[in-house]
């Protein structure tokens, strides 16, 4: 059906950047509304920012100014810049996404999740 690979986590100390990207792949027919979600240890999973099909975005305030989320419709992908990183940043972060496609007899829509990539601030 529908797979979602993240990719850009690291290491990176206080005040560094990253760019974590969510690749989708399958028999996709459309990717509606994408977004980004962390889980710290001990938490629970939070939203980070969310991005519609027509780029709308809205973002957690704890984020604001510091990320920013973008999507390449062509390449089936999700970017999240993140700037000026702080140790409280530091989780598991997913990919979300609502997506239509193409089953045998008919265009399903559900809701996906990629396995996760780690982000770690810290000197």
């Known amino acids: 059906q529908v797979q979602l690979v993240e990719s850009g986590g690291d290491l990176v100390q206080p005040g560094g950047s990253l760019r974590l990207s969510c690749a989708a792949s399958?028999?996709?027919?459309?990717?509606?509304?994408m977004g980004w979600y962390r889980q710290a240890p001990g938490k629970q999973r939070e939203l980070v920012a969310t991005i519609t099909s027509g780029g709308s975005t809205n973002y957690a305030d704890s984020v604001k100014g510091r990320f920013t989320i973008s999507r390449d419709n062509a390449k089936n992908t999700a970017y999240l810049q993140m700037n000026s990183l702080k140790p409280e940043d530091t989780a598991v972060y997913y990919c979300?996404?609502?997506?239509?496609?193409?089953?045998?007899?008919?265009?399903?829509?559900?809701?996906?999740w990629g396995q996760g990539t780690q982000v770690t601030v810290s000197s």
């Open positions: 399958g028999s996709i027919f459309e990717i509606h509304d």
């Open positions: 979300n996404a609502e997506v239509s496609y193409r089953g045998r007899f008919a265009v399903y829509t559900g809701d996906y």
